[in-house]
């Protein structure tokens, strides 16, 4: 059974993890040994917390084991170099630093070691799992799902990219205005896709997704405070506080999912509505329209429907096609190819479908509801059956494979 203080470890490691590690590893330039440090401490916690209570800040006790830890590791590393004078200097000075921030609220550096992922020393397809690993705390199995790779390449390539840092010595600062653009990207993709993450409910169906995406809209918050002209990360925020504001609306009342075009639009969050409408408004007047501001305005179109009633499926498709214009990911095919059913008739849909690429939708889970749902709509029973029961097998939440299950029934009774 869990104890109180298995939930209490539990908790802080996920509210705190990504805070703990910036701090620690842009002081010890070492993320492995900042992990380490952390896991040891979590360790601790659990074998101490339950015999002598839940300290009274348990975010602090777990900066202060895990600043231990890491100093007498590197001490150890230090003996077995034969104690070079620079490395004993250097663990004195980071204890010292350490010691005076244990002291106090210490800050909050993940931006930091958000834009030392995304240092031009790592390859730059791992910026983003690195991210969602090292300043999240999502484990491999998550990241190699979302990025349809095996959990052992996801694991290898995250190994790799936290040597580098350490081996390259990458600072924790926040780039200048040279390199800013393009390490931006990169941030903006790995916050947008925790969001994601959190949103699919792969890190839990309850409190955890919450959590995540709420950490990935805080993350958004603070960047756009250091950026406040920055129209991509203004739009990204936009686009989250869209979907974040229907999140109480796709369950019913018994927990069973409901798709975004059956969602009832007096259950959406209006005050973040009116939050991201604002937004979207703001970054339109900044003159560089990038895409994650036409993903918001997607989004715009769809909580449209609380005012008019409907949904304006030609508008959706004119931003799908700007939106594969600028950035053809897979997501967007898929989506584009719902919309295109929607506005064009599913046979249109089907077609456009079947020319993606086979490989990179083997294990994409979207690309099978829908083909699943084009399918059925076009009475091919047999095959939209085949598709259906794929897109359950990839699916990681029950809710939607409730759902799918339920749709397949129909399926198979049609074609009785």
């Not at 590393?77 to 663990?91: D, F, G, K």
């Not at 409907?310 to 600028?326: G, P």
Request: charged share 20%.
């Amino acid at each position: 059974m869990t104890t109180d203080a298995e939930r209490a470890a539990e908790r802080v490691a996920r509210q705190s993890y990504g805070k703990l590690i910036a701090f620690l590893a842009a002081r010890s330039r070492d993320v492995p040994a900042a992990e380490d440090a952390l896991s040891e401490a979590l360790a601790d916690a659990l074998r101490v917390w339950p015999e002598r209570g839940i300290p009274d800040k348990p975010e602090a006790w777990l900066l202060v084991a895990s600043r231990r830890n890491l100093i007498q590791n590197a001490r150890h590393r230090a003996v077995q170099a034969h104690a070079r004078p620079a490395i004993a200097l250097a663990i004195e000075e980071a204890e010292a630093r350490m010691a005076d921030a244990a002291e106090q609220a210490f800050p909050d550096e993940r931006l930091k070691l958000l834009f030392a992922c995304t240092h031009s020393a790592i390859d730059k397809s791992v910026h983003t799992p690195l991210m969602l690993q090292v300043v999240l705390g999502i484990d491999a199995r998550a990241i190699s799902q979302a990025f349809v790779v095996s959990p052992e390449a996801m694991g290898q390539r995250l190994v790799r990219a936290k040597a580098r840092i350490r081996d390259a010595g990458v600072g924790f600062t926040i780039p200048d205005s040279e390199a800013l653009p393009e390490r931006l990207s990169a941030v903006l993709s790995a916050i947008y896709a925790a969001y994601g993450l959190g949103w699919d409910g792969l890190d839990g169906e309850d409190g955890g997704r919450g959590t995540l995406a709420g950490e990935a809209i805080w993350l958004c918050r603070a960047l756009l405070s250091m950026l406040p002209d920055e129209p991509e990360a203004v739009g990204l925020l936009s686009l989250m506080l869209y979907c974040e504001a229907r999140s109480g609306a796709r369950r019913d009342a018994d927990g069973n999912y409901v798709p975004l075009d059956l969602q009832a639009t007096d259950r959406w969050n209006a005050i973040m509505l009116s939050e991201a409408d604002a937004l979207l408004r703001r970054a339109g007047t900044m003159d560089r329209f990038g895409p994650f501001q036409c993903q918001a305005a997607i989004q715009s179109v769809h909580a449209a429907r609380r005012l008019t009633g409907a949904t304006d499926w030609n508008s959706l498709l004119a931003f799908y096609e700007a939106l594969l214009m600028m950035k053809p990911t897979i997501g967007a095919q898929v989506s584009h190819a719902a919309v295109l059913g929607r506005a064009k008739g599913p046979g249109i849909g089907l077609e456009y479908l079947n020319a993606v690429t086979a490989s990179e939708i083997v294990n994409y889970q979207p690309y099978w509801a829908i083909r699943a749902h084009l399918l059925a709509e076009t009475t091919e029973h047999q095959a939209a059956e085949a598709a259906y029961l794929s897109a359950i097998g990839l699916s990681d939440s029950p809710a939607v494979r409730g759902f799918l299950m339920k749709r397949l029934a129909v399926v198979r009774n049609g074609a009785a």
